[in-house]
């Protein structure tokens, strides 16, 4: 997304001007977009954190940079492997986006390669060391809950269009040490039954209009990160999705409706 200022900048260091570049493309992002369908990279994660973005509500804790620049350096390490997947003649496609009316979801995958034993629908995440080191510990797979449930409703929907499509593989990189993992994933039936299953309660939580209750609170590991948290804590205290959602978007009293 290009930034265009209105005037010339001046800027006292490269940080700030780095720091401010982000403010305008989360700015320009946000008025170029509308929050419709349910998105991928929320699949898996908290319900009331997917309810509240795609009903449009600001945040109330703005990310901070350091994980805003991480996030950034994780798109720079996805763009050159898809480079390199296509330079070298396996990348069939790539950063495609998917939407399911059926579901009111819209996602977009990394890759499709061609291997030898077939098609393969790749995810890249890049990790830290901690993140990486959490991972493998909190899951004896070595492959995180959330990012398998991304990863299969990408295959759900592919699936329609490259009927051959084989199994899917999350591609792991650490950033920090240069190590990687990859994980071929083959979905069955009833795992990909789960994901439906995910969209059809958000959609029958969206039709009535009504907030998501908070997750279990072994689940709560990731609240305090959260860019929406303080809604959270309004519908704590006054228990009222109506009211939350006066005090923090002022015009958007309701939900809209598909």
Same mark, same amino acid.
């Given at each position: /997304?290009n930034?265009?200022?209105?005037?010339?900048?001046?800027? &006292?260091?490269?940080?700030?001007?780095?720091?401010?570049?982000?403010?305008?493309?989360? =700015?320009?992002? &946000?008025?170029?977009?509308e929050?419709?369908?349910?998105?991928?990279?929320?699949l898996?994660?908290?319900? =009331? &954190?997917?309810?509240? /973005?795609? +009903?449009?509500?600001?945040?109330?804790?703005?990310?901070?940079?350091?994980?805003q620049?991480?996030?950034m350096?994780?798109?720079?390490?996805?763009?050159?492997?898809?480079?390199?997947?296509? *330079?070298?003649?396996?990348?069939?496609?790539?950063?495609?986006? +998917?939407?399911?009316e059926?579901?009111?979801?819209?996602?977009?995958y990394?890759?499709?390669v061609?291997?030898? *034993?077939?098609?393969?629908l790749?995810?890249?995440?890049?990790q830290?060391?901690?993140?990486w080191?959490?991972?493998?510990?909190?899951?004896?797979?070595?492959?995180?809950?959330?990012?398998k449930?991304?990863?299969?409703?990408y295959?759900l929907?592919?699936?329609?269009k490259?009927?051959?499509?084989?199994?899917?593989?999350?591609?792991?990189?650490?950033?920090?040490?240069?190590?990687r993992?990859?994980?071929?994933?083959?979905?069955?039936d009833?795992?990909?039954? &789960?994901?439906i299953?995910?969209?059809?309660?958000l @959609?029958?939580?969206?039709?009535k209009?009504?907030?998501?209750?908070?997750?279990? /609170?072994h689940? =709560?590991?990731?609240? %305090?990160?959260?860019?929406?948290?303080?809604?959270?804590? *309004?519908?704590?205290?006054?228990? %009222?999705?109506?009211t939350?959602?006066? @005090?923090?978007?002022?015009k958007?009293?309701?939900?809209?409706?598909?």
């Amino acid at each position: /997304m290009n930034i265009h200022m209105k005037k010339t900048p001046q800027f &006292k260091s490269v940080d700030k001007a780095l720091c401010t570049f982000l403010d305008e493309r989360q =700015r320009a992002y &946000k008025s170029s977009s509308e929050e419709t369908y349910w998105h991928a990279s929320g699949l898996g994660y908290c319900l =009331r &954190k997917q309810y509240f /973005m795609r +009903l449009g509500l600001e945040k109330t804790h703005a990310t901070p940079y350091k994980y805003q620049f991480v996030a950034m350096d994780g798109n720079a390490s996805h763009e050159w492997r898809q480079e390199a997947l296509k *330079d070298i003649g396996i990348l069939l496609a790539s950063e495609e986006t +998917l939407i399911s009316e059926e579901h009111q979801y819209k996602g977009r995958y990394d890759a499709l390669v061609k291997l030898t *034993d077939g098609l393969s629908l790749i995810d890249i995440k890049t990790q830290g060391s901690r993140a990486w080191a959490y991972r493998k510990r909190a899951e004896k797979s070595g492959v995180s809950r959330a990012h398998k449930i991304q990863l299969g409703s990408y295959f759900l929907l592919l699936k329609k269009k490259y009927p051959k499509l084989k199994d899917a593989r999350l591609y792991y990189y650490n950033r920090d040490t240069g190590e990687r993992e990859e994980y071929i994933i083959h979905f069955t039936d009833t795992y990909l039954q &789960k994901i439906i299953d995910i969209l059809t309660t958000l @959609n029958r939580y969206w039709k009535k209009q009504e907030v998501p209750p908070a997750p279990p /609170m072994h689940d =709560r590991k990731l609240c %305090n990160y959260c860019d929406f948290r303080g809604y959270c804590k *309004d519908l704590k205290k006054r228990g %009222n999705a109506d009211t939350l959602i006066e @005090n923090y978007a002022g015009k958007a009293t309701t939900i809209k409706k598909k």
